[in-house]
């Protein structure tokens, strides 16, 4: 079983409100990513990072931002939370190996709700 | 990662029947990766093809990488209801940390 974790599971939050989803991996992986998805859709990419202090925006604009302050937590934030922000946040992570591609592993996923 | 196209977006299927989806790329690819979402759930990685030709088989799943590095197939012989999810694929490539997935295989499976 993957050890990456998404908190919370699920969240409904009023239009105008500031979140942050979390997501820790106990792995050691350098490489973390965020994706949206809305439900039967494509996983679009919004941010990742190659390592700590690193971070990058995906091929989908979001409003969303992100840090990567210490190896094992990349939490992303939503300053001003609108009804266009709900959908489902999945972050994954995987080893750094250069240009090498490796297994990614998925967290299980924020569904988010604003009204 | 590179960009590839996945076909096709969706397929429904009757149990015991096979099912067959493509992702393809107008480059070559360094390798490829499979992986299936459960309705609800969260993408799980299935394998990784990184040679020429690459055929591998898990079950009844079958992967095959082609011959010149632009495409690659997953064909599941006698679907089960077990099987129903999105099959999405990435490549590696050139893209320093980059993780992006083809569009996805919606795959149905009627008992």
């Known amino acids: 079983e993957a050890d990456i974790y998404q908190t919370p599971r699920y969240l409904v939050i009023g239009t105008g409100k500031k979140i942050t989803l979390e997501c820790s991996q106990t792995m050691g992986h350098d490489k973390m990513y965020w994706y949206q998805q809305d439900p039967g859709m494509e996983l679009h990419l919004i941010h990742y990072s190659y390592g700590v202090n690193s971070t990058e925006k995906g091929d989908l604009s979001s409003e969303s931002t992100v840090s990567r302050i210490r190896t094992e937590h990349f939490p992303l934030t939503l300053e001003s939370a609108r009804p266009s922000h709900t959908s489902q946040y999945l972050c994954?992570?995987?080893?750094?190996?250069?240009?090498?591609?490796?297994?990614?592993?998925f967290g299980q996923g924020t569904r988010l709700t604003v009204v | 990662g590179q960009q590839v196209m996945q076909i096709p977006q969706y397929q429904h299927v009757q149990e015991g029947e096979d099912f067959t989806t493509y992702c393809n790329s107008s480059?070559?690819?360094?390798?490829i990766q499979w992986y299936k979402q459960r309705p609800g759930g969260h993408p799980v990685f299935l394998i990784q093809l990184v040679k020429s030709g690459e055929v591998k088989k898990q079950k009844r799943l079958t992967f095959q990488f082609g011959e010149a590095k632009k495409n690659s197939s997953l064909h599941i012989t006698a679907t089960q209801t077990t099987d129903v999810g999105t099959y999405f694929c990435?490549?590696?490539?050139?893209?320093?940390?980059?993780?992006?997935f083809g569009q996805g295989t919606i795959l149905t499976v009627h008992p």
């Open positions: 480059t070559t690819l360094s390798n």
């Open positions: 994954a992570s995987r080893k750094g190996q250069g240009l090498k591609n490796t297994e990614a592993f």
């Open positions: 990435t490549a590696g490539g050139t893209s320093y940390g980059k993780l992006t």
